[in-house]
T-cell receptor
Framework: KQEVTQIPAALSVPEGENLVLNCSFT??????LQWFRQDPGKGLTSLLL?????REQTSGRLNASLDKSSGRSTLYIAASQPGDSATYLC??????????FGAGTTVTVRA | NAGVTQTPKFQVLKTGQSMTLQCAQD?????MSWYRQDPGMGLRLIHY???????DQGEVPNGYNVSRSTTEDFPLRLLSAAPSQTSVYFC???????????FGPGTRLTVL
């Protein structure tokens, strides 16, 4: 059974600081890893998708890395802004067609 | 949201009542799934389907039934609602090719 862990559970930083969010998973037999953003009371917005054969993906200020052999992914958000405040979820799509989520990291960016 | 719709947006039930949460998509995605989200527990997979006529259980299937008679629809049925089923329910599809998952807007269910 795939287990996905996200550390830290919560993070508070001043505006402009870079954010580093960590995700680890126990089974390396995966199709891909996906990072989502969720605002309070809202749905999930897909941020980045990394295929199992890839090492990283970038979109604007966001960069996600994947080390499948060690079961780790890191989401970097450069030059954080108050609008980046949200919960960030890591999800692993395994070879058994199941998506497993971490509990999320809640980010607060202070103006 | 890759054409994923969910109805209703909100629902309040009494213990023992039954209801069906609807999920529909109009882009011919084969893979559809249901998740529930509870505070502090993240999202957990309830049931999933890799195509019409095929369904399988996820991590927390007890108390829920699904069917997939068409590609477009994947309803989730609660036969006898319990307070433990109070949650936010999300339907998702997988985009063919890259296997990226897109989620519907969610249904907030309260069981009294």
């Amino acid at each position: 059974k795939q287990e996905v862990t996200q550390i830290p559970a919560a993070l508070s930083v001043p505006e402009g600081e870079n954010l580093v969010l960590n995700c680890s998973f126990t089974d390396s037999a995966i199709y891909n890893l996906q990072w989502f953003r969720q605002d309070p009371g809202k749905g999930l917005t897909s941020l980045l998708l990394i295929q199992s054969s890839q090492r990283e993906q970038t979109s604007g200020r966001l960069n996600a890395s994947l080390d499948k052999s060690s079961g780790r992914s890191t989401l970097y958000i450069a030059a954080s802004q108050p609008g980046d405040s949200a919960t960030y979820l890591c999800a692993v799509f395994s070879n058994d067609y199941k998506l497993s989520f971490g509990a999320g990291t809640t980010v607060t960016v202070r103006a | 949201n890759a054409g994923v719709t969910q109805t209703p947006k909100f629902q309040v039930l009494k213990t023992g009542q039954s209801m069906t949460l609807q999920c529909a998509q109009d882009m011919n995605h084969e893979y559809m799934s249901w998740y529930r989200q509870d505070p502090g527990m993240g999202l957990r997979l309830i049931h999933y389907s890799v195509g019409a006529g095929i369904t399988d259980q996820g991590e927390v299937p007890n108390g829920y039934n699904v069917s997939r008679s068409t590609t477009e629809d994947f309803p989730l049925r609660l036969l006898s609602a319990a307070p433990s089923q109070t949650s936010v329910y999300f339907c998702a599809v997988v985009i063919r090719g890259g296997n990226e998952q897109f989620f519907g807007p969610g249904t907030r269910l309260t069981v009294l």
